[in-house]
């Protein structure tokens, strides 16, 4: 088998885990904190990764009254 890293450290502070309790892709955080953290900040990493242009969205002009 391959070489297996058994050392896991917490994205967020760097802490070592010894524990999978809080596993979050992959990833293993300290706490549920940190690895709630963590999530948010992968999430925010995809959405800027598949909306890399603001979206635009077709906006009507409101109408406009004539004043006669
Ligand atoms: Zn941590």
New binding site residues.
């Given amino acids: 088998m391959a070489i297996e890293t058994t050392e896991k450290y917490?994205p967020?502070?760097?802490?070592q885990v010894a524990e999978p309790t809080f596993n979050r892709f992959g990833e293993w955080?300290?706490?549920e904190a940190?690895a709630d953290e963590y999530v948010k900040e992968t999430r925010a990493q995809k959405m800027r990764a598949a909306a890399p242009a603001p979206e635009q969205q077709p906006q009507r002009p409101p109408r406009q009254m004539r004043g006669g």
């Fill in positions: 917490c967020i502070c760097g802490k955080a300290c706490s940190h």
